[in-house]
T-cell receptor, first 114, second 112 residues
Framework: DAGVTQSPTHLIKTRGQHVTLRCSPI?????VSWYQQVLGQGPQFIFQ???????GRGNFPDRFSARQFPNYSSELNVNALLLGDSALYLC?????????????FGPGTRLTVT | DQQVKQNSPSLSVQEGRISILNCDYT??????FLWYKKYPAEGPTFLIS?????DKNEDGRFTVFLNKSAKHLSLHIVPSQPGDSAVYFC???????????FGTGTRLKVLA
């Protein structure tokens, strides 16, 4: 089975622009979470979606938004990009069923804002 | 506030010996804990997890111990191998907000 996939792999944008990052979860997984990771830090939680509904939101400004589609894939949108948004953006999927809560990560999208 | 802390930024261990990575947390409501391994330019890879109702979980060379009274968990790798060299993150799940909160990571280097 394919793991979590993300696109694009790398992206360079200019301050003030908008960006859309995409994620396809593991087949059968209904939950997708987004994280931002900057150098030297652990992943910081941005959003979690389950069955197309937002279930959790981290401490990120309203410039960050996301959505989940009927096929459980997801998009993360960031408006009015700032230099500080440069980071590795990670998507993780989980089945969110049963008694285990493992999340499986994709390879990430490296965003550079200039 | 840092709810999940990994106080050792780095650790070096000889091949074949035990590696012990530590993690402390502050929120007693966390219900699930996970360990991930991360290589450069890759996403974190899930290693092992433990529910808050257990105190030990084992999977091959990896064992996670949870001490709820001390709000402390540890990952033991026995025996350590050079391929284990990576950054290790612990994470905790907050059941109230569905957030997974990560520590800052410990860089493990296994020396051949």
């Amino acid at each position: 089975d394919a793991g979590v996939t993300q696109s694009p792999t790398h992206l360079i944008k200019t301050r003030g622009q908008h960006v859309t990052l995409r994620c396809s979860p593991i087949s059968g997984h209904k939950s997708v979470s987004w994280y931002q990771q900057v150098l030297g830090q652990g992943p910081q939680f941005i959003f979690q979606y389950y069955e197309k509904e937002e279930r959790g939101r981290g401490n990120f400004p309203d410039r960050f938004s996301a959505r989940q589609f009927p096929n459980y894939s997801s998009e993360l949108n960031v408006n009015a990009l700032l230099l500080g948004d440069s980071a590795l953006y990670l998507c993780a999927s989980s089945s969110s069923g049963g008694s285990t809560y493992e999340q499986y990560f994709g390879p990430g999208t490296r965003l550079t804002v200039t | 506030d840092q709810q999940v802390k990994q106080n050792s930024p780095s650790l070096s261990v000889q091949e074949g010996r035990i590696s012990i990575l530590n993690c402390d947390y502050t929120n007693s409501m966390f219900d699930y804990f996970l360990w991930y391994k991360k290589y450069p330019a890759e996403g974190p890879t899930f290693l092992i997890s433990i529910s808050s109702i257990k105190d030990k979980n084992e999977d091959g060379r990896f064992t996670v111990f949870l001490n709820k009274s001390a709000k402390h968990l540890s990952l033991h790798i026995v025996p350590s191998q050079p391929g284990d060299s990576a950054v290790y993150f612990c994470a905790a799940r907050d059941p109230g907000t569905y957030k997974y909160i990560f520590g800052t990571g410990t860089r493990l280097k296994v020396l051949a």
